[in-house]
């Protein structure tokens, strides 16, 4: 990835390259689906739709499991 600011394009392009099952999609934090998945994974940016954006952050969630784990850029696991 490029040493700039990325996109919801970008990070959608980058996903549909690698196939990721289950990607639920790109969101700002004001705009994230009401229902969650039993099984999802996406991409969260922690600004709201009439901002910038501000940082990206990963999530991926099994309920059949009891698994919610967020992840930073910076590779920090928050469980």
Do not use: Q
Not at 17 to 23: G, S, T, V
Not at 39 to 45: K, P, V
Not at 67 to 79: G, H
Request: glycine share 6%.
């Amino acid at each position: 990835m490029p040493n700039k600011p990325i996109t919801n394009l970008e990070i959608m392009n980058a996903v549909k390259k690698l196939e990721i099952p289950r990607f639920r999609g790109a969101f700002l934090r004001d705009n994230l689906p009401v229902e969650p998945k039993r099984m999802e994974c996406g991409i969260l940016n922690l600004d709201d739709t009439a901002e910038n954006g501000t940082h990206w952050v990963a999530w991926y969630r099994d309920n059949g499991k009891n698994i919610i784990l967020i992840a930073t850029a910076f590779s920090r696991l928050m469980n």
